[in-house]
Structures are given as C-alpha cells and as structure tokens.
C-alpha cells in the first residue's frame, strides 16, 4: 500500500543567504564527499574496498551544514553510512579510504573497515554498526558534556531506519530528562534499506517523534545546505543554553542504493531523477555562487580539480597501502 | 588520459556478471551519476553509473555478454579534449572468452602486497600478579559483602572525580540490594544516578560516557535485565578499541548481582559467567568473600577495560574479614587456593564456592584431602593455578550455577585436558546447574541448582571411591 511520498523541498521558510566565504566552503567540503563516495564506488567494484560500503552521495548538505554550527570540543557520532560525517569533521581521505581498502594506515589500522572509525582528534565517536546504538552512546557523550560543566553538545546522526529503534526513545527519555546537550539529527533518506518511511513509520513526520518527551523538533530542508545550518544553529543555541536536547529531521535522499550489493528496486529511476536534478545540494550550491559572481566558472573548475586531486591521492595511497602486520590480529583487544 | 570502465563487484561475493544493456551509446556524452549499463548479477540487475565526465569513447563488451569476469575494462570513457586516438587498440572482448581470460579479480587485482604470512600464536596471557602482601598484624574487619562493595566504590569515587555510580535505584532508595547504601549522601546526585528502567539505553548512555573518557560504575539491579543491554555490552564496549586500532577505549564497570537468588523462578535466576566470559574485549570478575569483592572491584573501577563485575544476591549478606588497608586492590586474573589438598581439586567462584567448601569439609571426613581454588576472575582465565594444582592432585571437580553446556566448566575441562592430560586419572567432573529453567517450587528448585551432595559425589567419584 504505497502512499505518495513527498518530496523534500524548500516549503519550509526561507533560510539566509551563505556569505561567499561559507558558500565556497560548504562547496568544496559537499564536493570531497562526492567525489570520495564515488570514487568508494568505484574501487568497491574493483574488488579492492570488501564487504558492507554505503555511500552517502545526495546527502552531503546534512553533515557539511552541521559541521558549521560546530565548535572544538563537541562531539559528533553516527551509524555506517559514515563516510561523510568522517570527512566533514576534517578526517583526512587518505586515512579512511586506506581504511576502506583495509590496510595499515587506515584510521582503525585496517581493523574496522567502512562502517568502524573514530577520531579522538577531530571528535568523532564512530562509524557505528548495529542500527540505532549510536542514539544511546551519542547520549553519553552529551552526559560527559554536561558532568564536566562545560557548553559542548553532542551531534547525534540516526536515519529514518533506526527512528522506529526502543533504544532511541530511552535516549530520548533520558536526554530531556537529564537536560542533555544533544542534537538527535535524523537523516530521513525515506528508505530504511528497502523499506519506505510510508510502509515502516506510523508518524512520518520524524521531527514530531520527541513530542512525547517534550523534547522540540524541525523538520528541514536537507537538501539545502544553508537551511541545515540554519536549523542546526538553533538547535545548538538551544543545547548549549541548558535546555536540554533538540531533534532536527532533515529531509534528505540517498543516490545510490542502501549499500554497494542493493540495486534499489524499490524505487523508480524517475523518482531518483527527480531529485538529483532539481535538489543536487552541490548543482544549488554551484549554481548560487555563479549567480551571485562568488566564483567565476573557471575558479570553480579549480576546486573541482583540486578535490579530484585529493581525491586520486587517497584512491592512490589506499590502494598502495600494505596491509596490516599479521600482529595485529592480537593487538587492541585490551589495553 | 582516456579512463577505463571495469566491470563493477556489485556485492561482496560477485565474481562474474552478464552484461544485459548498453544505456549509452559510443560518442554519448557522460556526467557523474549517469547510468550507463546494466549488469545481471545471480542475484539481481544492477545499473552501471559513470564516475567521470566525458565522452563514451567505446564500448569494449557488446551487450549480452555473458559471465563478464569482475574487473574486465567494458568501456573507455574519454575526457575533455581527448579523442578516439588515444584510446589503445583493444579488441572487443569476446563472448564466453571473456569469462576463461579475464583476470581473476578480487585479491590479484589489489595492488599492495597481499601477507599470506601464517596467523600468528596467540599471545600467552600475561601472568596476573600475586595477592598483595599487607603487613603482619593489619587489622581485619568483619563486614558483608555488601559494604565491601560499597566501601570500593566509595573509595575509587573519592580517588577519581571521573568514577559516578548509575542505575536504577542507586541513590534516593540507597540501591534495591542496599549495595549503593550513603553514596548518594556523600557524593549528591551528580554522581550518584537514578535512572528510569531502561538497561538497553542506560548501558549505551555509560559507554558513551565512558568513550567520552568518564569512568562509569553501571549497576544492573540483577544480570538478569541486563540481557535488554547485553548487544551495547558487547558490542559497543567489548569491540570499540579494536575497531578504532587501540584508538578509542571503554573504561566502564558493569555490575550487579547474578545468578539464582531464592524463589524467583526462571527468569529472575540465571548465571551469566559463560556469556560474558565468551567475549573478547570483556573481563569477567565473580568473587565469593568480601575482601575480593572490595579489592576487585577497585581493581574493575581501575581497570581501563570494560569489566563484567558479578555478585550474588545470597552472598551480599554473608560477612568475612576486610584487611584495614588505605588502599586494598587485588589482581585481576588470580585465582586464590582456599583450601590446600592433595587428593582433588575442586574449582569454583561466587556462589559455587559455597557449596565447594563445605564439601571439602565432608570429603575431609571421609578422608579425601580436597584442594579448592576461587576462581575470582573468570576471564582472564588463571588456568595455570588450576593445571599446577591437577598436576599435584590427578583429578578435577567444576562447581558452577550455570548450565553445563558450552559452561565455564566444560572451557576449564578443555583448558586441563590441553595442558595437564597425561595428569589426570579420571576424567573431569562437572558440577552444575541443571539443563532447566530454573523452576518456582521450592523442592524443584533445590533440584536444579548444584549442591554440597552433588560436589562430594563427583569428587568421590573421580577418586573412584
């Protein structure tokens, strides 16, 4: 019984402009995710990246947008589809491509594989694999915020899959009732897998899923870089002030199927068409700073060359990476 | 540099394809995302997008190809400026010769050195350290296993500011089993946590926290509602510093009591000593006295590893001598010989240990000379105290709650039977829980837990007395 499914799009209310500095920014962070996931793609097919590998393509604007409301110290954590989120907090392509490719200098020494990295560094908690058990441990994370006294808040990314997880709901329980610093970012791609937020979700509207705990809740724009920040400002504004967590739904769409092995038969091409043709966060985004003479076309076939450039190099390096020493298989098991 | 279209793995296991579609067609013009073939997989069609802007320069295996080995260039694409020319003369790839000269793939195509080293040994488990020595003459104090266990708490939490204490009733009702008894008073609320019922999200906020570099105490009100928790447990807070490289740590305590209490039938009664003791990454620590349970328990807080700390309902109330020590912390990993013999060894923890001692003392009045050892720490495993002492006797007794199956027995049986065989002159007996759940009736009951009579007959029987 499939029910028409809306498409995201800016019905919302419209969302300041980006000054030239963050829209170039924004440009170029949602272009490394692209062309990294296309290129993961790419070397998966090529038997060199093995096992689970989902891609993040079309859902760029999500994690670029909310790294910009981000200040040191806060925390970020999510479930497998991780790649972007590692890169937006500045986890370099070499490190988690030669982690794709499972080799030694890969940020989990080739141990963890696409759906297991971390960064103390650049405070990201992983690259979680078990659908929703993020929710509680990203509600930790704003618990040792709030122990210690001090304004960070805990971004904590969950898809419109893990949204129907017990677990979520203890988080979400605790979180207000403790007044944790957490933003619950739920990525709606409106698949879980194969299964659309229409056949799976008695609520849809996944912003309204906190109501019952009194914790507040946006549904945004996803798609549009400006108005993730925008909503993620306001969230963090209200974390940071004390008042306890805040859910954001961002309306986003994933390209590709669930993982590399899905071949999507659950939609229809058009529907995919749709909105890569007329929601592309990276064409608006292009097609605002040629508009508003940021960048001229050749200045952005720059950029576009120095991604591709970083890009190759990881590609390069994690081809050529040696595996991991066999001694490994025995170490990091306790410390 | 004209780039090469490889027939895609689409699935982990994919070595071969059929080409069923060209979308494109040679001289098209391609951008990022266009589909430009279809591939049939044994399992499904998939859609072949284009990674790089261009031109489709040529089509290398016609449509209906059959078994396409994985890796095989199908198409060249040509970038900006190129032309034909700089495609190299590369014959269509025949139907069916496609599939017997294609490379392999996979493992041949990956360009690092492959290791076909031999997987390394094992490293041996690192020698746990002996008991402490305190001073002749320190003072002992009679307490119960419950103040133990609160004192160690207390401790660590005036040690360590980052050690907090949280589960369901701990502070305002001073803990369900009274184990949590003043530490509100002394330590307030901050760190000191009532939280709702709700393991699975409990267990999940005090890893995070922990991974967030906070030393939780979670305190489970029984073992038993631990299993809601049991897949954070393992696998957000056993697995997390392997999967990061050793990046990334989980300094947690969990515990609470475990095992069967009185009357409170079948799922209120199960022993966990097996399930946690399986895992790589846990530790697992089941005392039976009141100092061990104080000096383990600093030791867990301590610990910078996930510790599986479980106590027994019964034995909470049972009282033993403290040493009146600033500092008293035990190794983790030591098993302590109780009681000294020769005739057999008997080995149990927790609870068991009840049941082994007293039947020591009646072997004793048969004149069997039994040795029994704690195990104290289930994982890691203090399997030389167990194979040094069945050297000395030649027959081995395991006393547990738990089912036999797959049980912290049945792992020591196999631990001796690898290192001590030639040894033994019995086979190794096992004591244990019945193969039931645990039932309500209090005949029944007593029935499907191990008992002092069960123990002495399996050490009379391998003494074959």
């Known amino acids: 019984m499939a029910v028409a499914q809306k498409t995201p799009s800016a019905d919302t209310k419209p969302v300041a402009d980006f000054s030239k500095e ?57 479930g497998y589809r991780d790649h972007g989120h590692m890169l937006a907090t500045g986890m370099e392509a070499k490190g988690v491509m030669a982690e794709l490719t499972g080799r030694a200098h890969g940020y989990s020494k080739g141990k963890g594989g696409s759906m297991h990295m971390f960064s103390v560094e650049k405070g990201f908690y992983g690259g979680h694999g078990i659908v929703g058990a993020q929710v509680p441990l990203g509600t930790g994370l704003a618990f040792a915020n709030r122990y210690r006294g001090n304004d960070n ?87 940071r002030s004390g008042k306890g967590p805040y859910i954001l739904e961002m309306l986003t769409y994933r390209y590709r199927g669930h993982s590399m092995s899905d071949p999507a038969k659950y939609r229809t091409r058009e529907e995919v068409d ?59 098991v306790y410390r | 540099m004209p780039t090469e279209v490889l027939m895609p793995a689409l699935s982990p296991t994919m070595e071969k394809g059929n080409l069923a579609k060209w979308l494109k067609k040679e001289g098209d013009k391609v951008k990022s ?74 493992a041949e195509k990956s360009q690092a050195k492959v290791q076909e080293a031999p997987a390394p040994k094992a490293p041996e488990a690192p020698q746990a350290a002996s008991d402490p020595d305190f001073p002749e003459g320190t003072e002992m104090v009679t307490m119960t296993m419950r103040e133990a266990l609160r004192d160690a708490m207390a401790e660590e ?20 089993y009274k184990v949590t008894q003043s530490l509100l008073q002394e330590f307030g609320a901050k760190r000191v946590i009532d939280t709702p019922i709700t393991e699975h999200g409990f267990a999940g906020l005090g890893i995070g926290a922990a991974l967030a570099r906070l030393k939780p105490v979670v305190e489970f009100m029984t073992f038993n509602f631990a299993m809601q928790a049991i897949d954070q447990v393992i696998n957000s807070a056993a697995k997390t510093l392997y999967m990061s490289g050793g990046q990334m740590g989980c300094q947690i305590v969990f515990r609470g009591p475990n095992g069967a209490a009185a009357r409170v039938a079948a799922q209120h009664s199960q022993d966990y000593s097996a399930w946690y003791s399986h895992v790589p990454g846990l530790k697992v620590i089941a005392p039976s006295t009141a100092a061990d349970a104080k000096g383990l328990l600093k030791a867990a807080i301590r610990d910078l590893n996930p510790v599986i700390f479980l106590e027994n309902e019964i034995l909470y109330g049972h009282s033993s001598p403290v040493p009146k020590l600033d500092d008293f912390v035990l190794p983790i990993g030591k098993a302590k010989i109780v009681r000294p013999g020769n005739d057999v060894t008997i080995v149990s923890w927790s609870m068991g240990m009840t049941y082994a001692l007293k039947a020591a003392d009646e072997l004793a009045g048969e004149g069997i000379d039994a040795e029994v050892i704690d195990l104290r720490t289930i994982k890691p495993m203090d399997t030389e105290t167990i194979v040094t002492s069945v050297q000395k006797t030649a027959r081995l007794v395991t006393v547990e709650e738990g089912w036999q199956q797959s049980g912290v027995g049945a792992e020591i049986a196999a631990r001796v039977m690898e290192k001590a065989f ?44």
């Open chain 2, 422 to 465: 030639d040894y033994l002159d019995a086979p190794v007996a096992r004591v244990s829980g019945k193969d039931v759940p645990m039932p309500y009736a209090a005949n029944l009951e007593k029935l499907a837990l191990p008992s002092v009579a069960d123990v002495v007959e399996a050490a009379k029987a391998v003494c074959y007395r």
């Open chain 2, 33 to 106: 995302g266009d589909v430009i073939a279809e591939i049939e997989t044994d399992k499904a069609t998939m859609e072949v997008e284009a990674v790089d802007e261009g031109t489709l320069g040529k089509i290398l295996v016609p449509e209906g190809t059959a078994d396409v080995a994985v890796n095989t260039p199908i198409a060249v694409i040509l970038g900006e400026g190129e032309d034909k020319g700089a495609i190299r003369a590369t014959k269509p790839v025949q139907q069916q010769k496609a599939a017997e000269s294609a490379p392999p793939a996979k």
């Open chain 2, 157 to 176: 939490m005036r040690r360590d500011k980052d050690v907090f204490v949280m589960g369901e009733e701990v502070a305002e009702y001073q803990g369900a």
């Open chain 1, 274 to 332: 749709e909105v890569r043709t007329h929601h592309d966060p990276i064409d608006m985004a292009r097609q605002r700073i040629l508009e508003k003479k940021f960048a001229s076309e050749d200045a952005l076939k720059k950029i576009d060359g120095e991604v591709r450039d970083v890009i190759n190099e990881a590609a390069e390096f994690a081809t050529h990476d040696p595996e991991p020493e066999v001694s490994e298989l025995y170490t990091d």
């Open chain 1, 153 to 239: 808040v805990s971004v904590t990314y969950f898809g419109d899959g893990a949204a129907n997880q017990g677990q979520v709901y203890e988080s979400f329980n605790m979180s207000e009732l403790w007044k944790l610093p957490v933003i619950y970012v739920i990525e709606n791609n409106r698949y879980a897998m194969g299964t659309s937020i229409t056949r799976s979700s008695a609520e849809v509207n996944l912003s309204r899923r906190g109501l019952s705990f009194n914790i507040p809740g946006d549904q945004v724009d996803g798609m549009d870089v400006r108005a993730v920040k925008a909503a993620g400002e306001k969230a963090a504004q209200w974390c």
């Open chain 1, 22 to 78: 963050q829209e170039l920014t924004a440009y170029r962070t949602m272009l490394i995710i692209r062309r990294f996931e296309e290129k993961a793609g790419q070397m998966y097919g090529m038997g060199l990246i093995g096992g689970f590998c989902h891609l993040y393509i079309g859902q760029e604007a999500v994690v670029v947008g909310m790294q910009m409301v981000l200040k040191d110290g806060d925390q970020i954590i999510t």
